[in-house]
C-alpha cells in the first residue's frame, strides 16, 4: 500500500494550472480545462491517486488558490 495519497476535489478547480506548473509530472490540463492529476482514479467528483512519495504535490497542494488539492500521509490530511 502507497504512503501517500493525493486527491483534487474537481468542481472546486479554477483553471490557474498553478498546480501544471509546479508538479507537470503529476499534473496536466484536461481537454475540460480543469486540472488533471496523472494516473488517478475517479472517486464521485473527484479524483485520487496513491502514490510512494509525495515530491512535488504538496507544493502544487500548497500554491492553489482554490485548496481543492490534498495531500494525505497513512490517511491523515497533511495539506
Do not use: Q, T
Not at 31 to 49: A, H, I, P, T, W
Amino acid at each position: 500500500m502507497a504512503k501517500f495519497k493525493v486527491g483534487i476535489e474537481r468542481p472546486l478547480c479554477i483553471s490557474c494550472e498553478s498546480c501544471v506548473n509546479i508538479c507537470p509530472e503529476f499534473w496536466e490540463m484536461a481537454d475540460d480545462g480543469f486540472s488533471y492529476l496523472k494516473g488517478s482514479k475517479k472517486s464521485g467528483e473527484n479524483e485520487e491517486r496513491e502514490i510512494d512519495d509525495v515530491e512535488c504535490n504538496i507544493d502544487a497542494a500548497e500554491s492553489c488558490p482554490a485548496l481543492c488539492i490534498h495531500v494525505y500521509e497513512n490517511g491523515k490530511k497533511i495539506v
